[in-house]
């Protein structure tokens, strides 16, 4: 229940950073990403203060032997850079710069937004669905009887 809490109320402080950032602008965003024409470069700020953050709190928590609300840090993975993290980056890029919308801020915006961002989630969910059914199908099968 606390990391339920938890949870939820970082969820809400990140939403409300994305809104005071402007990343639910999807104007903003593909101004930011227009770089050969008239370029926003306010959104780089909000980058740069997430990253600062990042980095500062990161050798607070590095430092511990676990969580403060899990039993122990998840394994790293066996390779940090492989094909699919690389096609899903493109992926990822390509539809942020299309739409001006990322998953976190495409949530944010879902209620005020309009007709345009409700159809993006609606879009996002079928894809992330799509996905997980085909990781199911094409995962190895196990045989509950040896063979």
Excluded: H
Excluded at 2 to 15: D, E, I, Q, R, S
Excluded at 33 to 38: E, F, H, P, R, S
């Amino acid at each position: 229940m606390k990391a339920t809490l938890m949870a939820g109320l970082a969820g809400l402080l990140f939403a409300l950073g994305l809104g005071v950032g402007g990343m639910t602008n999807p104007a903003k965003v593909v101004g930011f990403l227009d770089v050969a024409g008239a370029w926003d470069p306010s959104l780089a700020f909000v980058m740069a203060g997430a990253l600062g953050t990042y980095g500062l709190l990161r050798k607070l928590i590095v430092r511990r032997a676990k969580p403060v609300l899990a039993q122990a840090f998840p394994p790293a993975p066996p390779s940090l850079v492989d094909g699919r993290l690389v096609a899903g980056a493109a992926l990822f890029g390509i539809g942020w710069g299309l739409s001006g919308y990322c998953p976190g801020p495409a949530l944010v915006s879902a209620p005020v937004g309009g007709t345009t961002v409700v159809l993006f989630v609606g879009a996002m969910l079928v894809g992330m669905g799509v996905f997980r059914a085909w990781e199911v199908l094409r995962a190895p099968r196990t045989s509950s009887q040896p063979g």
